[in-house]
């Protein structure tokens, strides 16, 4: 069965320090999600790709954090300089359908923990 | 006020009874719904999604949409204690974004 992956499943970080996240979504899935979920939380959107192109980014911090998705298929998230703050699960999603169609079903990849020290 | 607003619980049910889990949105442009499972340190897992107002079952799990209420809920019939999680309620809109609550956590017990 196809899954999203990610990379790496844990990660421990100083704070200042710089971390990149991973991402491969299902196979033909044209929308990728980049969510930052806290401990009793819901996840939070942090930006959404079509393709290549980044369709919302208004939550991503963007003063430190950056995401690109540059051949419209895997996908990196940086963070730089993390803070303590940042400590959180990194949530991956991607869904088949493009944006404006009902039914776009996210399929969640296993996250990556992250803790900053 | 949150988007998507779902108690908190805990919400405790015996083994065999049925869960009923809720879920409210502000949006009234929303047009898909989704109910997450999601294990303690695992990722959420996509278990229902629902488009159009009444009921949509699936094995034990029923999902019921009413859009003038703004207003979606699941239903697990005969829980299990592997049905112990937390459940997200998520809500979407034509951009496909979606808006996830903070979950309800259920646990049954045996």
């Known amino acids: 069965e196809a899954e999203v992956a990610q990379s790496p499943r844990y990660k421990i970080t100083e704070k200042s320090q710089a971390v990149a996240f991973w991402c491969d979504p299902i196979s033909g899935h044209a929308t990728l999600y980049w969510y930052r979920q806290i401990l009793g939380q819901g996840p939070e959107l942090l930006v959404q790709f079509q393709d290549e192109s980044v369709v919302d980014d208004s939550q991503l911090p963007k003063d430190r954090f950056s995401a690109e998705r540059l051949k419209g298929v895997d996908s990196t998230l940086k963070i730089q300089p993390a803070e303590l703050g940042d400590s959180a699960m990194y949530l991956c999603?991607?869904?088949?359908?493009?944006?404006?169609?009902?039914?776009?079903?996210?399929?969640f990849g296993p996250g990556t923990r992250l803790t900053v020290l | 006020q949150k988007e998507v607003e779902q108690n908190s619980g805990p919400l405790s049910v015996p083994e065999g009874a049925i869960a009923s889990l809720n879920c409210t949105y502000s949006?009234?442009?929303?047009?898909?719904f989704f109910w997450y499972r999601q294990y303690s340190g695992k990722s959420p897992e996509l278990i229902m999604f629902i488009y159009s107002n009444g009921d949509k079952e699936d094995g034990r799990f029923t999902a019921q949409l009413n859009k003038a209420s703004q207003y979606v809920s699941l239903l697990i019939r005969d829980s299990q204690p592997s049905d112990s999680a937390t459940y997200l309620c998520a809500v979407g809109t034509n951009a496909g974004k979606s808006t996830f609550g903070d979950g309800t956590t259920l646990t049954v017990k045996p």
């Open positions: 949006d009234r442009g929303s047009q898909s």
């Open positions: 999603a991607s869904s088949e359908l493009p944006q404006g169609l009902v039914g776009n079903e996210q399929f």
